[in-house]
């Protein structure tokens, strides 16, 4: 374990995962869905390719969802810990119960 906390393992898979959300950022992953999304709403549904590039733009919008999903994960779920993965201590400097703070 190292200082912080976390074994070398963990500490390689956080420095990937940032280079992954790095790297996708640049991508402008969701700006090719908004794009896509663009291009879907002006399509001609009386076109006769109308369902091929429906279908194409579709897939390509499932799997770019499916990769934010898997390596761009929700970070409101991260977990906040104390120093050292301990346990968090909050300290209140002032507390009233209904009473304004002068």
């Not at 200082?3 to 280079?19: D, F, M, P, T, W």
């Not at 790297?23 to 002006?42: G, P, R």
């Not at 733009?57 to 301990?86: C, F, H, M, W």
Request: with cysteine; net charge neutral.
């Amino acid at each position: 374990m190292s200082k912080n906390g976390l074994s070398i393992a963990q500490q390689n898979r956080s420095v990937r995962q940032e280079a992954l959300r790095e790297w996708l950022s640049e991508k402008c992953t969701a700006q090719h869905l908004v794009d896509n999304i663009l291009k879907i709403e002006k399509l001609d549904s009386y076109s006769d390719d109308f369902a091929n590039k429906l279908a194409k733009l579709k897939t390509a919008n499932d799997q770019r969802i499916k990769i934010l999903s898997k390596y761009l994960p929700d970070l409101k779920a991260v977990e906040v810990t104390g120093e050292g993965g301990g346990n968090l201590t909050i300290n209140v400097m002032q507390y009233t119960q209904g009473r304004e703070i002068e």
